[in-house]
């Protein structure tokens, strides 16, 4: 990890220099917002040096643009920093964001390190595969990494045809001994191992299709490369598992995600066929998700608005994936009071229909005078079967307050 970041601000510094010669970078904006947040846990932790209560963190996340050519071509450059009290793993750097995107006609370029989005569900994202997870932000997985990449775009009237080169491959970042969120036995994200001999040198390749028909929004993808997700093997020190090492192997995947948009209901589907090579001898599966969003009449004068959740989650590989989503239900409500504080309440369970664990999260969020957002985020699980994924997770209810300010 110390040696991506390392890596990728030598190139931001690189970047930017180059930039401000040829363009004139005082000409830009510059926006971004700081936070402070602060999580409370239920619990002692489940395992050994496991911080109790919680503990606070500070954050910062600039973001410059800079526009030329009639808007044609613009640079932005994104980075982001977070220190954490208690979690020394959870203290990190990343540039999400330092690129150059230039519109020719029906052409699009995109060079440099960038965030790129699939997928239409609430709940999770089988397709959103070009960004690492940078799985110490948060326990939701939304948070990603930035990705080195090249892509170009051939735009049609209603919709693209994206091809995208990956030359740098991101780890995924993991709690450390003192974190929560973490497996029985802490992962060693100093050493991991690759299936490609190049291993994160490894170029990946993607492309995705995409298209608007009337009401319904079509997306299919194909992905070449190393997988986002590892899996672990256990670090053996005198006969005794000290640790686990993660491993990156090689996949071929297609996706596709649909969303039809009614007058009332728009319904959902992501799923993804993903395929090993013979040497990992790791077993070939798909994955789906779908599901609903209906919107409610208005509830009340004042304009508030509720729309309800349903999704269904299913994986081939049964109760022996390492997802923790392979035969689940999520049902959940939004709740947009349309106010001037544009106040939001997210609140949503998911229930395992095999063995009925069950898992509840609340988000929220409001602003606060000028420059000010306040989120608040809640996380409880109950009824984890000794089976479910979710199991280690059983002690780690928590509540997250969290305050932005924006400039």
């Known amino acids: ?69 009639n808007d044609h071509s613009q640079f932005t450059f994104s980075p982001f920093y977070r220190w954490d009290n208690q979690d020394k793993e959870r203290t990190h750097a990343d540039i999400r964001q330092l690129d150059i995107v230039s519109s020719k006609g029906d052409w699009e370029f995109q060079a440099g390190i960038g965030k790129v989005y699939w997928g239409v569900t609430e709940s999770q994202h089988l397709v959103d595969i ?26 049609s009237e209603n919709g693209s045809l994206d091809l995208f080169v990956l030359p740098y491959f991101r780890e995924r970042t993991f709690a450390g001994s003192k974190g929560r969120f973490r497996t029985p036995l802490v992962i060693d994200t100093d050493k991991p191992t690759f299936e490609s001999s190049k291993k994160e040198k490894h170029i990946d390749y993607a ?10 929004d079509i997306g299919v993808h194909y992905f070449n ?53 013979r040497q990992s001898g790791l077993k070939d599966y798909t994955a789906s998700v779908v599901g609903f969003e209906h919107s409610l009449p208005l509830l009340s004068d004042s304009g ?17 994936a390492s997802a923790p989503f392979q035969n689940d239900v999520f049902v959940g409500s939004r709740l947009s009071f349309n106010d001037t504080e544009s106040t939001e309440l997210l609140a949503g369970a998911f229930v395992d229909l095999d063995n009925s664990s069950k898992s509840l999260r609340v988000e929220a969020s409001r602003r606060i005078g000028k420059g000010l957002k306040l989120n608040i985020e809640a996380q409880v699980f109950m009824d984890i079967d000794k089976t479910d994924p979710l199991k280690i997770f059983e002690k780690d209810d928590y509540l997250q307050l969290e305050l932005q300010k924006y400039f």
Request: charge should be negative.
């Open 225 to 277: 490369g190393t997988s986002r997700a590892p899996i672990f093997n256990p670090i053996i020190k005198n006969g005794i598992a000290v640790g686990l090492q993660p491993h990156y192997p090689l996949i071929d995947q297609i996706g596709i995600d649909l969303q039809y948009t009614g007058e009332e209901t728009i319904w959902k589907f992501e799923g993804i066929s993903r395929n090993y090579t």
């Open 304 to 320: 508030l608005e509720m729309t309800l959740l349903g999704e269904y989650h299913h994986d081939s590989r049964g109760e022996v």
């Open 1 to 69: 990890m110390k040696t991506n970041i390392f890596l990728l601000t030598s190139v931001s510094t690189l970047f930017i220099s180059t930039l401000g010669v040829s363009t004139g970078v005082s000409a830009g904006e510059l926006s971004g917002n700081i936070s402070l947040e602060g999580r409370y846990f239920n619990s002692d932790g489940a395992f050994p040096d496991q911080q109790k209560n919680g503990g606070i963190s500070l954050s910062l996340q600039p973001e410059y643009k800079h526009k030329w050519d």
């Open 130 to 155: 070009i960004n690492q997870t940078d799985a110490i932000e948060g326990a939701d997985g939304e948070d990603k990494l930035g990705q080195p990449l090249f892509r170009v775009s051939h735009l």
């Open 207 to 216: 492309v995705r299709w995409s298209e608007t028909v009337d009401e319904l």
